[in-house]
T-cell receptor, first 113, second 114 residues
Framework: EAQVTQNPRYLITVTGKKLTVTCSQNMNHEYMSWYRQDPGLGLRQIYYSMNVEVTDKGDVPEGYKVSRKEKRNFPLILESPSPNQTSLYFC????????????FGPGTRLTVL | QKEVEQNSGPLSVPEGAIASLNCTYSDRGSQSFFWYRQYSGKSPELIMSIYSNGDKEDGRFTAQLNKASQYVSLLIRDSQPSDSATYLCAVNRVGSSNTGKLIFGQGTTLQVKP
């Protein structure tokens, strides 16, 4: 089954404790992206990757890091989480062309205390 | 001005009625337009994509695009309670190297009442 998976699905942590949210897709997509979704602000892109070892900032990259060492995986790293990073996070993937359907993972609800 | 604007709603319609969801966008060069449905706490799911002016129908759903007016809409015929969700309009930004990026509206919440 074609899918995007994320782990963990739910996470409660404390300020400053490094965490990683994993994302994996099995559709051989070149393009992967992380979004955060906040009430009143909608979905905003954090980082994206056009292919292996090619990553770039989206609209709200501060406080986040990513890596793309393998085509299927695109982890999101919060080195020192803060309460303003409490949000619902989605990983998405596509073939990267403007008309391509973007497939979303199930989401990770993160709470930073 | 937001790049993609939607009325947040809620839009309430009776079961069996037509629900009309609207979206405007600011980038005149945008070329790809998408409607996603999102149930509470779940991930967005693509319903329709449209790239050319006019109507595109898929089952009970019809997407309409008017590039001159920078307007895209989604009609849901014979609305069902299971259609109750938030509908996100998304537009692909052109003229950048980030070819896969979608700009989302804030979404319109639809409530279909039995």
């Amino acid at each position: 089954e074609a899918q995007v998976t994320q782990n963990p699905r739910y996470l409660i942590t404390v300020t400053g404790k490094k965490l990683t949210v994993t994302c994996s897709q099995n559709m051989n997509h070149e393009y992967m992206s992380w979004y955060r979704q906040d009430p009143g602000l909608g979905l905003r892109q954090i980082y994206y990757s056009m292919n292996v070892e090619v990553t770039d900032k989206g609209d709200v990259p501060e406080g986040y890091k990513v890596s793309r060492k393998e085509k299927r995986n695109f982890p999101l790293i919060l080195e020192s989480p803060s309460p303003n990073q409490t949000s619902l996070y989605f990983c998405a993937s596509s073939f990267g062309r403007s008309r391509d359907t973007q497939y979303f993972g199930p989401g990770t609800r993160l709470t930073v205390l | 001005q937001k790049e993609v604007e939607q009325n947040s709603g809620p839009l309430s319609v009776p079961e069996g009625a037509i629900a009309s969801l609207n979206c405007t966008y600011s980038d005149r060069g945008s070329q790809s337009f998408f409607w996603y449905r999102q149930y509470s706490g779940k991930s967005p799911e693509l319903i329709m994509s449209i790239y050319s002016n006019g109507d595109k129908e898929d089952g009970r759903f019809t997407a309409q695009l008017n590039k001159a007016s920078q307007y895209v809409s989604l009609l849901i015929r014979d609305s069902q309670p299971s259609d109750s969700a938030t509908y996100l309009c998304a537009v692909n930004r052109v003229g950048s190297s980030n070819t896969g990026k979608l700009i989302f509206g804030q979404g319109t919440t639809l409530q279909v009442k039995p």
